[in-house]
């Protein structure tokens, strides 16, 4: 009884062992890199994202108005984060990636006030 035990527990060790592992490899097929389309009250915005590593670029394209670089931009797992300038907004976005969706939280700040937004980004063809 004692030696199936040991191979239980010894199995299932090596089993929790490659968690950590299959995530990882998990987190780098994801990719970022392409076209992403956000709808806003004000039109289809565009989010241009091209991502090496872990780390994510590009630029957010409104509908109406300059285009805005992505800065500070990073993947983990199917989380991604960046933060952009818009029409002088400090904007920060918060994302998580399911297969050619990104669900975001962007957080801005205006008159001294925190406002936050949900937007959904799909990918385009």
């Known amino acids: 009884m004692k030696v199936k035990n040991s191979l239980t527990v010894a ?5 929790l062992m490659l968690l950590p592992v299959s995530s990882l490899a998990h987190a780098e097929d994801v990719t970022l890199t392409g076209n ?3 709808k806003t ?5 565009v989010l ?25 931009g ?4 199917d989380t991604v984060t960046f933060s ?9 976005a918060t994302g998580h990636l399911s297969g050619d969706t990104i669900s975001l939280d962007i957080v801005g700040h205006k008159w001294g006030m925190s406002k936050k937004v949900h937007r959904t980004a799909t990918r385009m063809e």
């Not at 199995?11 to 089993?15: E, I, P, Q």
């Not at 009250?41 to 915005?45: A, L, Y």
């Not at 241009?48 to 500070?72: C, F, H, T, Y």
């Not at 952009?84 to 920060?92: D, E, Q, R, S």
Request: no cysteine; net charge neutral.
């Open 11 to 15: 199995a299932l060790s090596g089993v």
């Open 84 to 92: 952009f300038v818009y029409n002088t907004h400090h904007l920060n």
């Open 74 to 77: 990073k993947i983990a797992g």
């Open 41 to 45: 009250d004000k039109g289809t915005t």
């Open 48 to 72: 241009r994202l091209s991502q090496s590593g872990d780390s994510v670029a590009g630029k957010w394209v409104p509908a109406k108005g300059d285009p805005a670089e992505i800065e500070n």
């Open 36 to 38: 992403w389309q956000v």
